[in-house]
């Protein structure tokens, strides 16, 4: 149903009751009303010859019937008027819905505009207009309230997805809030020229690409890098220069979860940071230790769950030693530490002791041998020795050799007093005694001293002989157990 005006319509009729007009007769120059259309509205006028009058919005019925829908004034205070004889029927223009200018030129209250096309100038946001010229978009124009405050149910930004191939992508003023990068490899982005930004404009970057993701600014200089897996949101702070500054906030990984007391970092590796919180166990890769007692303590295990800082012990694959002097050598003494001897001077070789701590002296200074032929019976190196060196011939035992050209299985060398060493099947040595199954003297000798110089026990169970004469020298003594005995030839 549609409000139709027209010009120069007018019919005579009767009234039924307060309710229609029943439209039939024609006036000259006048349309008659069944131009409105059946169905639609239209604005009447009604008079009678008794001077009633009426004017609302009337139905108009194919058939010629007006019915009378809303009464806008009236003879009788603005209610439905009771005609009598002929009635005259118009299209009018009533005062009630006009628009016009008043004195100062200003249109009267429009009330609610139902159609039509504005082509005035803009409407400010107080007049109930949106204070814009141009708008695109489904309901794309949104007002502000008192503080400026916009309030929307949800916003769809618009993203941008590129697949990676190592190169570099500009992105300008027009490019879209969210950047996604896919595929295999990395990729460079260059941020828009900041000068065609305002501040605070933010993109957004998801690496879902194997590689790297690199964000430069508009002069190439490093904003940041995301990691394959990774998303950051990067915001312009300053727009005074085309590089502009830019602050960058990556997003959490999702293999990582926070609960109200923890953190689990999943398969994330911390690569940089300082670590302010409390104690790491040793289980989770920390020391479990939160002091350490001097500088350079190193950190070595203790237990299968606790680690210990301090001098690493031998133990541990350490030193045990706490300082060394500069070119020292480091050798085993014998206890849990390790011993440090300083360097020797040029020519110098080391020396083993008794005591277990090696010592510095001379090379021999033997000439120099850089061949041998058979029958040599040892050799001497000296400091002037050169090359690769082959032994032949029997070393001897001033040499550092044994003297021995052969050793029958299971015999054992020992001393005899000269300058070669001598075999025998069995030598037990306890103390200063030395003690075999059988003595035999190849010569016929058996040669003891005439002075027993150190004290001495016969051991229970067994018997001493000595040839005669002999004296026990002052302050020693000869010891034998009861029921043994110390015979003197």
Do not use: C
Not at 178 to 200: K, V, W
Not at 263 to 270: E, H, K, M, P, R
Not at 426 to 448: E, K
């Amino acid at each position: 149903m549609a409000l139709v005006l027209l010009d120069r319509v007018q019919q005579t009729g009767v009234a039924n009751t307060t309710v229609s007009f029943t439209l039939s007769g024609s006036v000259t120059g006048y349309q008659s009303f069944s131009v409105v259309g059946n169905g639609n509205t239209t604005y009447y006028g009604a008079t009678d010859t008794s001077g009633n009058w009426e004017a609302g919005i009337g139905t108009y019925a194919t058939g010629g019937t007006l019915t009378r829908t809303t009464i806008l004034a009236s003879s009788n205070s603005g209610s439905a008027v009771t005609f009598s004889g002929t009635v005259t029927v118009f299209l009018t223009y009533p005062a009630e819905k006009s628009v016009n200018l008043d004195s100062s030129g200003n249109v009267s209250a429009l009330g609610t505009i139902a159609s039509g096309t504005w082509n005035g100038s803009t409407v400010g946001v107080a007049y109930g207009g949106t204070g814009v010229t141009s708008s695109s978009g489904a309901n794309s124009v949104m007002l502000r309230d008192a503080n400026q405050n916009v309030s929307i149910n949800r916003l769809n930004q618009s993203s941008t997805t590129t697949t990676a191939a190592g190169t570099t992508t500009t992105l300008t003023a027009a490019s879209t809030f969210s950047q996604i990068l896919n595929g295999t490899g990395g990729q460079t982005f260059r941020l828009p020229d900041a000068t065609t930004l305002t501040n605070t404009t933010t993109f957004e970057f998801n690496n879902n690409a194997t590689g790297t993701l690199t964000i430069v600014d508009n002069a190439s200089g490093a904003v940041g890098t995301i990691s394959s897996g990774g998303a950051a949101a990067i915001a312009l702070l300053s727009n005074g220069t085309i590089a502009g500054t830019w602050d960058v906030h990556a997003y959490i990984p999702e293999n990582v979860q926070w609960g109200t007391n923890s953190l689990a970092l999943g398969s994330t590796v911390i690569t940089g940071g300082t670590w302010q919180g409390g104690t790491i166990a040793s289980g989770y890769g920390g020391t479990g230790l939160t002091t350490f007692s001097a500088a350079n303590n190193a950190i070595y295990s203790t237990s299968s769950s606790a680690l210990a800082a301090g001098t690493l012990p031998v133990a541990a694959g350490g030193t045990a030693a706490t300082s060394f002097t500069a070119n020292g050598v480091i050798y085993g003494n014998g206890t849990s530490a390790l011993g440090v001897t300083a360097a020797g001077t040029t020519g110098q070789v080391l020396i083993a002791t008794t005591s277990g701590a090696p010592s510095w002296g001379a090379i021999p200074t033997t000439a120099a041998v850089t061949s041998f032929s058979a029958g040599t019976t040892g050799f001497t190196p000296s400091s002037a020795t050169t090359g690769a060196v082959t032994l032949a011939g029997t070393l001897n035992v001033a040499n550092g050799g044994t003297g021995l050209t052969s050793v029958t299985a299971t015999y054992i060398p020992y001393g005899n007093g000269t300058s070669a060493l001598s075999t025998s099947s069995s030598l037990t040595f306890a103390s200063s005694t030395l003690t075999a199954p059988i003595v035999s003297a190849s010569n016929g000798l058996h040669v003891n001293s005439a002075t027993v110089s150190a004290s001495y026990s016969i051991p229970s169970g067994s018997n001493a002989m000595s040839v005669g004469p002999i004296s026990v020298a002052s302050g020693q003594s000869v010891t034998v157990a009861s029921g043994n005995r110390w015979v003197i030839l």
